[in-house]
């Protein structure tokens, strides 16, 4: 079964740093993965997918994501750091390859950014 | 084109209790999926329906069933209501093309907020 490990429960960021959460799965397998942001109080809004596509994916709001089958990692950066940012990041990945195919999400990385 | 609605938006029980969920998927989308996010943890998958049948569940006891009805809304039921459900409910909904080979992205309602006293 596939798993998700996200390092790092809370990471905090000065506005304007490199923002650097990282994320594990499990599978030798590549699968499809993910990264959503979810706001206090909201639902989950999808940043990017990996979907064997180029191994490289921008997503959202600048940030973007390298998938590296060799380190089964998937780790999400944005360049530039802002005060928006501020939220819970969920990585996550699916357990097949069907479009109906179940998502397994980490645990999340709250992410703060300092002024 | 309206996105994923959830009601209620927030629901306070008590133990042993019953709770109905409500779901309205986006248009077009043919697929509705649950999951449970319980306070500081991640999503967990409770059951997928597509087309009116359940496709795919995950590790959650037969009192948690649900619905999915012709216009693809869903509704999730929980009976006997336990303190441990306490937990934010979302739904997704999705395009499902079988044999397709294309993912169609997922996506979310803002949730139900679920207490159990």
């Known amino acids: 079964a596939q798993s998700v490990t996200q390092l790092g429960s809370h990471v905090s960021v000065s506005e304007g740093a490199l923002v650097l959460l990282r994320c594990n799965y499990s599978s030798s397998v590549p699968p499809y993965l993910f990264w959503y942001v979810q706001y206090p109080n909201q639902g989950l809004q999808l940043l990017l997918k990996?979907?064997?596509?180029?191994?490289l994916v921008k997503g959202i709001n600048g940030f973007e994501a390298e998938f590296k089958k060799s380190e089964t990692s998937f780790h999400l950066t944005k360049p530039s750091a802002h005060m928006s940012d501020a939220a819970e990041y969920f990585c996550?990945?699916?357990?097949?390859?069907?479009?109906?195919?179940?998502?397994?999400f980490g645990s999340g990385t709250r992410l703060s950014i300092r002024p | 084109e309206t996105g994923v609605t959830q009601s209620p938006t927030h629901l306070i029980k008590t133990r042993g209790q019953q709770v109905t969920l409500r779901c309205s998927s986006q248009s077009g989308h043919n697929t509705v999926s649950w999951y449970q996010q319980a306070l500081g943890q991640g999503p967990q998958f409770i059951f997928q329906?597509?087309?009116?049948?359940e496709n795919g569940r995950g590790n959650f006891p037969p009192r948690f069933s649900g619905l999915q009805f012709p216009n693809y809304s869903s509704e999730l039921n929980v009976n006997a209501l336990e303190l441990d459900d306490s937990a934010l409910y979302l739904c997704a909904s999705s395009s499902t093309l079988w044999g397709g080979g294309v993912y169609n992205e997922q996506f979310f309602g803002p949730g139900t907020r679920l207490t159990v006293l």
């Open positions: 990996y979907t064997s596509a180029a191994t």
């Open positions: 996550a990945v699916t357990e097949g390859l069907s479009s109906a195919s179940k998502i397994i």
């Open positions: 329906y597509y087309r009116e049948e």
